[in-house]
């Protein structure tokens, strides 16, 4: 009975399920060696020989795997079909070889499917192969690099940038493109321009929308009229002349389906149309894959198998008609230059299949899934037939011009079930549908509006164009974008806002850092050149320790040179190359560097645990700071007025925005402030405001029963605090509203204290509630919950609490989430090294006296 090893045990299960009782299906969850953070994992005086161990968690994994073996002489390796998966395979075989596990008569070997189908599943069986070490030394070769880049870079930039935690081959390259973007946006000048539109009547009463592009006899440009003078001369113009409809052209057109989905474009469209991150689309997916319903999603290909071609025709004729099919199926080619490992597309496993039959009740797997389907069926489908419109209104001197453009759509065809999502679009002058006109009649002008616009800046990537973007550069593969996103954002270089991805401080600056010392390393063309030769070895055309060696030849030698550099020399470095963000010239033509507070000291970039920041020379006399986004950018400091002659200062701190009475004296080194409460805007506060904070807390009154209440805010919010004669600390007691702290009265504090005090609980009024039911757990029995902690929700399961991943909503966590998450909790928990019991004293030895 062979062994058949694949990642996860949802996967083994649907396996199990097909290869039924004559084999014993294991999990390896995922790669069960890694090289140790540590200094010499790659040897690179040494042929660049790599030094891997087995992880804690993987060893009881690998140990089950051994066991098996012993009973059951085969071992099938049937990890996913693409690099990872190859190299899983391949320390598992290396990892058993080494533990004597496979013995030199047990057979080992290697299928791939790329759908977790039963026919799939038994025709893979049928076609057995030894481990591709092409790919595996591909892997190889990354992984190492990886290693190099990651562990000899870090240091560099905690010893020279303190805050800065890590940099990475890929990593690096995708924070440039949001770095470089921002300061884009931060340079961009607008330019004003005018548009004139008209509103046009037919004879019949219908109206339609022109815009003007001829004035003067003279074919109008984007920019040409400047101002509103001459939108207003423009406007005029139109406004003295009779119209009359000089052409009315139609058009035929035809607009076809996109290519089916991979990963790159399945992760765009699902951030456009769901707002999920790259990394919860790969999850949702990874699910959907393992439970059968659709191929492998991690893929750069985007052709289709001919019996699931078929399939897709089959399904759109039953559902749609024959009229919504070609009369010849469509082909697809990849436009990339080197496609990984030549993949199908991402597609349902069953064509005729829709959401509302899947088995699963999670919303994001149906609502995905649904996309993928909806996608796939909409590839194989017939064009759209449209008819566009083009109307051209002239007055008879010839000197004004107008034009109306619209269409209509004569066969709706793929559009009938799916239409791909827009970035940064708007929808046009030609999506318009047009009333009934006809050439040489008379248009009626009903209205003329001269529109002001401006030139505006290319927007802020989200996760779906940056990932486009660095598949247009060829950086990364699909299988990296979703782990190298998230971890820009966990190492707070990057934040996420309305879907957008805003540079921080510390990104900026270890971008710029990078980019004056290791700019060949974060350069475009090397990057996206070292994936073609990490292809070319996938393919068998490369040495994988040649391109190491090549790499590390100048890698080294850069890492040296920069490491002898003192902090203050790099700061200069930074200082200068960011001059002009850091010191935009002023409206009235005074020196950008000099401070604006003290008006003598020097503006100089400087380095703290949280990233960079600009500060006055004359400092400690002197504090003012501001980020290094410029004057005026978020967080920038300003007096809010005077009370009692000090001034009341809006500053940003380490913790967020505060509130400061007067500035620090070598007599009152630490002056009165308080941060601005949760939900408090910056943008907001004023000086009646700020003085609301400084005066707390807020004396409420003498409690019944001695003792006085008070109110403020504090770490975890707005609260009340109370102690009775006879007890030994306060008793505090949460308030919901920050306004309570300011309005509420005597009676109801006292009820709450009063509430708090007989139900002490763990900082509570009452039991916590769960915020999500999601069930029993599915292999050890009791409820699962999502519950409100302290520090954020978390999932509770007996006595194992583990806490949600930062950026996952309670809403979205689902049964297998949940599960997953108390299991490797579980397993650190009681990975734990215990502390070793004191050895008891040995007995003291009693020597008999002798005579």
């Known amino acids: ?92 075989e290396e990892a058993l070889r080494k533990r004597r596990a496979i013995k030199k008569d047990t057979p080992v070997s290697r299928v791939v499917f790329n759908a977790i189908t039963k026919s799939a599943v038994t025709e893979a069986m049928q076609n057995p192969r030894d481990v591709d070490t092409d790919l595996v030394d591909a892997y190889l070769a990354r992984r190492a690099l990886d290693y190099l880049v990651g562990f000899n870079l870090s240091p560099v930039l905690w010893r020279k940038l303190p805050g800065a935690k890590s940099a990475g081959r890929v990593q690096s390259v995708c924070l440039r493109l949001i770095v470089e973007r921002e300061m884009e946006i931060e ?36 920019y040409d009229i400047e101002n509103e003078t001459q939108a ?69 290909g985007i052709d289709m198998a001919p019996e699931a071609v078929m399939a897709a025709r089959d399904a759109i004729k039953d559902r749609f008609g024959a009229d919504y099919v070609p009369s010849s199926p469509r082909m697809y080619k990849n436009k990339a230059k080197n496609a990984q490992e030549a993949h199908e597309c991402i597609r349902p496993t069953e064509m005729t299949r829709d959401a509302s039959k899947l088995k699963t009740t999670d919303a994001d797997q149906r609502k995905l899934y649904d996309l993928i389907w909806k996608r796939t069926l909409a590839c194989q489908m017939a064009a759209a ?45 030609d999506d318009r549908r047009l009333p009934q006109i006809m050439q040489g009649e008379k248009a009626d002008k009903r209205s003329i509006t001269p529109e002001q616009h401006f030139t505006q800046p290319p927007p802020r990537y989200t996760e779906a164009t940056l990932v486009k973007r660095m598949e247009e550069l060829g950086i990364g593969r699909p299988s990296t974008y979703a782990s190298v996103i998230t971890t820009i954002q966990d190492r707070e270089y990057v934040r996420k806002d ?55 030849r100048d890698f080294s030698a850069a890492i040296s040179e920069t490491s002898e550099l003192r902090i203050s020399e790099v700061l200069d470095v930074l200082d200068d190359a960011l001059a002009p963000q850091l010191y935009p010239p002023r ?19 400087k380095s703290s645990r949280t990233g960079g920041f600009v500060g006055c020379g004359n400092y400690p006399e002197c504090t ?46 630490k002056p009165p402030r ?26 409420i009154g003498a409690h019944p029963d001695g003792g006085e209440i008070v109110s403020n805010f504090g770490r975890f919010g707005p609260y009340l605090m109370h102690q009775l004669p006879d007890e030994a600390k306060p008793t505090y007691a949460n308030l919901k509203d920050p306004a309570d702290v300011f309005e509420i009265g005597m009676n109801r504090a006292v009820e709450l204290l009063a509430e708090k005090r007989a139900n002490p609980g763990r900082g509570r009024s009452a039991p916590a509630k769960a915020l999500k039911e999601l069930g029993e757990h599915p292999d050890s029995g009791g409820p699962i919950n999502i519950m409100d902690g302290r520090y954020g929700p978390y999932v509770k399961w007996d006595k194992v609490n583990a806490t949600l991943p930062k950026g996952v909503e309670p809403a979205d966590v689902t049964l297998e989430m949940a599960v997953q998450l108390v299991t490797e909790k579980a397993a650190k928990k009681g990975g734990r090294k215990k502390a070793a019991p004191k050895k008891k004293a040995a007995p003291k030895k009693t020597v008999k006296a002798t005579k």
Not at 642 to 664: H, S, T
């Open 1 to 92: 009975m062979p062994v058949v090893v694949v990642e996860s045990p949802a996967k083994a299960k649907t396996i199990n399920k097909y290869l039924g009782p004559d084999y014993t299906v294991l999990a390896s969850y995922g790669h069960v060696r890694d090289l140790p953070p540590k200094d010499g994992s790659v040897d690179t005086d040494n042929g660049f020989d790599m030094k891997w161990e087995v992880g804690y968690d993987s060893r009881k994994h690998v140990k089950a795997i051994a066991d098996a073996l012993k009973d059951d002489n085969a071992l099938i390796l049937a990890t996913d079909p693409d690099r990872e998966g190859e190299a899983i395979s391949w320390h598992l």
């Open 187 to 222: 340079a961009f000048k607008p330019r004003e321009y005018w548009s004139v539109k008209a509103m046009l009547g037919t004879p019949r009463g219908q109206e339609y929308e022109a815009r003007l592009t001829v004035l003067a006899g003279k074919k109008l440009d984007k």
């Open 232 to 300: 207003e001369l423009a406007q005029q113009a139109i406004h003295s002349r009779d119209l009359t409809v000089k052409s009315v052209e139609a058009k035929p057109a035809n607009r076809n389906p996109s290519a089916p989905f991979m990963t790159s474009t399945l992760q765009q469209e699902a951030s456009r149309k769901f707002g999920m991150g790259a990394r919860q689309t790969m999850s949702t997916a990874q699910r959907l894959y393992e439970a059968g319903y659709i191929t492998y999603m991690r893929t750069d």
């Open 385 to 429: 037939r449209m008819e566009r419109t083009t109307v051209d209104v002239a007055s008879v001197d010839g000197q004004i011009e107008l034009r109306a453009t619209g269409q209509v759509v004569l066969f709706d065809g793929f559009m009938r079930i799916y239409e791909e999502g827009r970035d940064d679009t708007v929808v046009g002058d």
């Open 498 to 552: 309305k879907n957008r991805l805003f540079p921080e401080d510390k990104g900026r600056i270890v971008t710029i850092f990078l980019l004056n010392f290791f700019r060949t390393y974060v350069g475009y063309e090397f990057t996206a050149n070292l994936e073609d030769e990490l292809d070319t070895v996938s393919a068998g055309g490369m040495d994988y320790k040649e391109v190491l060696s090549k790499f590390w």
């Open 587 to 605: 409206e009235d033509g005074s020196d950008p560097r000099v401070c604006p507070k003290c008006g003598n000291g020097q503006l100089h970039l």
């Open 624 to 669: 003012y700071t501001r980020p290094i986004a410029g004057e005026g950018a978020e967080g920038d400091e300003r007096v809010l007025g005077e009370d009692a002659g000090d001034e009341i200062w809006l500053k940003a701190g380490r913790f967020g925005p505060y509130v400061q009475r007067g500035e620090p004296t070598p007599e009152n080194k």
């Open 674 to 699: 308080a941060s601005l409460p949760r939900g408090w805007s910056k943008d907001d506060m004023d000086l009646e405001k700020a003085l609301r904070l400084l005066s707390l807390p807020r004396p």
